[in-house]
């Protein structure tokens, strides 16, 4: 089944829910443009997440995706903590911060019971999950409201775990793509495939709507995903230049520049492994350091360096999430950019 008809789209086009670089604006325009829009909650509190699902509701009576993560929140390691904050010291000296007063900051949200509070009342047509799936209570609450349940895989055995729980589709999430890797039944970034690498492999062994994620960012990238048999495509990294977007200044900038040429996996922003452009703490720590404490609690010591490097339009100690095809990244409007990928 295509997502057309599984969702009730015009376009066979997911925008993937990027945090921290958008918000309800940029759903709504690809809802209205006949795309699927997803709104990230993972670091959303439930009133802000109340709040961007009723501007919505009120922009456009298209369906809607709204995405969290499942990850298990981490057991706190106070040396480990500490071995990171010493890492990051010298840094903290250069830019005149005191690495001794580091503020808490929010972090990212697994799905519990208060968010599926808070989405009962709007009942959005999509909820999709990233590093697997919460319980099967929470499940159920989704489906009593008619909502579609899809969750991304980066590897078969993965993408057999989640049909097995009954996911209306499957994102495969290929190395290429933009962000935190899905993966939740691994740790070892070496099991990672190209997309399409990945995407025959859940094609012949499994029968649920394979959505194509990674790397497609243009009409012929979108029909080579659909003539491979994927029933739809996501796409995150092409909307980020979007002025619906919330990309910061210095992130447009890389984008723009030659530096997007270069993205890596890294653990250094928040502790599991996301595809973004290689900036100097990825080159000076190395990418997928183990100095940095369990997902999401590494952000916290770093937030006060990217705050104060990004005050001088500096983006060394920024996540700079982008795919491995940033040649797609267009400055126009998100809904020209949705008919323009699905070849309208």
Not at 80 to 98: I, Q
Request: aromatic share 6%; net charge negative; proline share 7%.
């Amino acid at each position: 089944m295509k997502v057309t008809e599984l969702f009730g789209i015009k376009h066979p086009i997911l925008q993937a829910p990027m945090a921290g670089v958008q918000g309800s604006e940029l759903a709504i325009a690809v809802a209205q443009a006949g795309g699927l829009g997803g709104l990230p909650c993972a670091m959303l509190s439930p009133e802000l997440i109340q709040q961007e699902l009723h501007r919505i509701r009120m922009a456009t009576t298209s369906p809607i995706n709204v995405n969290f993560f499942c990850h298990q929140a981490p057991i706190p390691d106070a040396e480990h903590e500490a071995r990171w904050r010493l890492a990051l010291r010298p840094y903290y000296v250069e830019l005149g911060l005191d690495p001794d007063a580091i503020p808490e900051v929010p972090g990212r949200r697994p799905f519990d019971a208060q968010a599926c509070d808070v989405l009962s009342e709007f009942e959005p047509e999509v909820v999709s999950f990233h590093f697997g799936l919460p319980n099967e209570q929470l499940l159920n609450r989704i489906r009593g409201w008619g909502g579609k349940i899809i969750s991304s895989a980066t590897t078969l055995e993965e993408a057999i775990w989640l049909q097995a729980r009954g996911v209306d589709a499957i994102i495969a999430q290929g190395l290429e793509a933009g962000g935190h890797r899905a993966m939740f039944l691994t740790d070892d970034v070496t099991e990672q495939k190209g997309l399409f690498a990945l995407l025959p492999q859940l094609l012949e062994h499994t029968s649920t709507p394979i959505i194509a994620a990674g790397g497609i960012a243009s009409p012929k990238a979108v029909r080579a995903a659909l003539t491979l048999g994927a029933a739809g495509v996501q796409i995150g990294t092409a909307y980020l230049l979007c002025p619906e977007a919330k990309t910061t200044s210095v992130h447009r900038q890389a984008l723009k520049s030659s530096a997007a040429d270069h993205t890596a996996l890294t653990r250094l922003f928040s502790g599991r492994p996301a595809r973004g452009i290689v900036n100097r703490i990825m080159r000076e720590l190395g990418p997928l350091s183990s100095l940095p404490p369990a997902f999401p609690l590494a952000s916290t010591a770093i937030a006060p360096l990217r705050a104060a490097s990004e005050a001088l339009n500096n983006a060394d100690f920024s996540p700079l999430w982008a795919g491995q095809n940033v040649k797609g990244c267009q400055e126009i409007a998100a809904g020209e950019l949705t008919h323009w990928l699905a070849g309208d």
